[in-house]
């Protein structure tokens, strides 16, 4: 089991910033992937951003250019960097992991976070 402990939610301003991070844990786990999803009132779950444990990111284009993704492979922790946020940017954001243990592969989800832009 990986357990994944998110942080860095809260309520900003349009155009402000926010840093979100998830740390996850798991012994005998490899972390592969890790990356954010969020999920706004009424909307699907939409995936933003993930990254390799190569360093390879992918954003969504709605976030592209404003939002970036990195990760310490170390402490298997991934951060989120909100810039010129908006209030369309308003959700719940949820980080998750793909981890693999021995010829297996499993994705992980954390509880989430509240991101609120006011405008």
């Known amino acids: 089991q990986v357990q994944l402990e998110e942080s860095g939610g809260g309520l900003v301003q349009a155009g402000g910033s926010l840093r979100l991070s998830c740390a996850a844990s798991g012994s005998s786990f490899r972390i592969n992937v890790m990356g954010w999803h969020r999920q706004a009132p009424g909307k699907q779950r939409e995936l933003i951003a993930h990254i390799t444990s190569g360093g390879s990111t992918a954003y969504a284009d709605s976030v592209k250019g404003r939002f970036t993704i990195s990760r310490d492979n170390t402490k298997n922790t991934v951060h989120l960097q909100m810039n010129s946020l908006k209030p369309e940017d308003t959700a719940v954001y949820f980080c998750?992991?793909?981890?693999?243990?021995?010829?297996?592969?499993?994705?992980?989800w954390g509880q989430g976070t509240q991101v609120t832009v006011s405008s």
């Open positions: 998750y992991v793909v981890a693999s243990r021995a010829w297996n592969t499993y994705e992980y």
